[in-house]
């Protein structure tokens, strides 16, 4: 298996541009999850999905963010539009169906920077 | 309080040291436990799942204190290659798979 892919590995863009941040998971993970890492922050939930559906998006942090997972093997999470302080490597993760040993398998990240 | 708290040192040590660390979890009603290594511009990657009874692998054991609510890592015989962030994660019982991270710890192994 390829693993957890996401495109691109680097954005640099200006600050009030659309970003657009790829991942496709694991086949027959059914959970998918985007994280955000900063030095500050550490690594943050930004929202998960099962079978396709959101979850939980608590963690996203205003309006300018959203995500969507139109089919089991892709995920956009857009940022619309981009500020400097969006500036962080966003993960993608996913795993199998909860079974009480869940393990979660990360992407290679996406190095955003928003000037 | 953050869900999951981590000491984010650095850890500076010599090869061959033994070293431990500590991670804190808020909920007492937390399921599962894991370690993650996070090498520089890196993703994390599972190192080992937390069992209830401890558990290890290889220089790497595990454990788990409910009563304080609490996790460990230990590694004896650092090695240079050991040099990483670890990140503890909890999944809370409430909350299936949802997965919370710790900030991380720095681990440093010098020569």
């Known amino acids: 298996d390829a693993g957890v892919i996401q495109s691109p590995r680097h954005e640099v863009t200006e600050m009030g541009q659309e970003v657009t941040l790829r991942c496709k998971p694991i086949?027959?993970?059914?959970?998918l999850f985007w994280y955000r890492q900063t030095m500050m922050r550490g690594l943050e939930l930004l929202i998960y999905?099962?079978?396709?559906?959101?979850?939980?998006d608590s963690g996203m942090p205003e309006d300018r963010f959203s995500a969507k997972m139109p089919n089991a093997s892709f995920s956009t999470l857009k940022i619309q539009p981009s500020e400097p302080r969006d500036s962080a490597v966003y993960f993608c993760?996913?795993?199998?169906?909860?079974?009480?040993?869940?393990?979660?398998?990360f992407g290679s990240g996406t190095q955003l920077s928003v000037l | 309080r953050k869900e999951v708290e981590q000491d984010p040192g650095p850890f500076n040590v010599p090869e061959g040291a033994t070293v431990a660390f500590n991670c804190t979890y808020s909920?007492?009603?937390?399921?599962?436990f894991f370690w993650y290594r996070q090498d520089c511009r890196k993703e994390p990657k599972l190192l080992m799942s937390?069992?209830?009874s401890g558990n290890e692998d290889g220089r790497f054991t595990a454990q788990l204190n409910r009563a304080s609510q609490y996790i460990s890592l230990l590694i004896r015989d650092s090695k240079l290659s050991d040099s990483a962030t670890y990140l503890c994660?909890?999944?809370?019982?409430?909350?299936?798979?949802?997965?919370?991270f710790g900030s991380g710890t720095k681990l440093n192994v010098k020569p």
């Open positions: 994660a909890v999944i809370f019982s409430y909350n299936f798979n949802k997965f919370y």
């Open positions: 086949s027959g993970h059914d959970y």
């Open positions: 993760a996913s795993s199998e169906k909860g079974t009480g040993n869940e393990k979660l398998f």
């Open positions: 909920n007492s009603a937390s399921q599962s």
């Open positions: 937390v069992y209830s």
């Open positions: 999905f099962n079978n396709n559906v959101p979850i939980d």
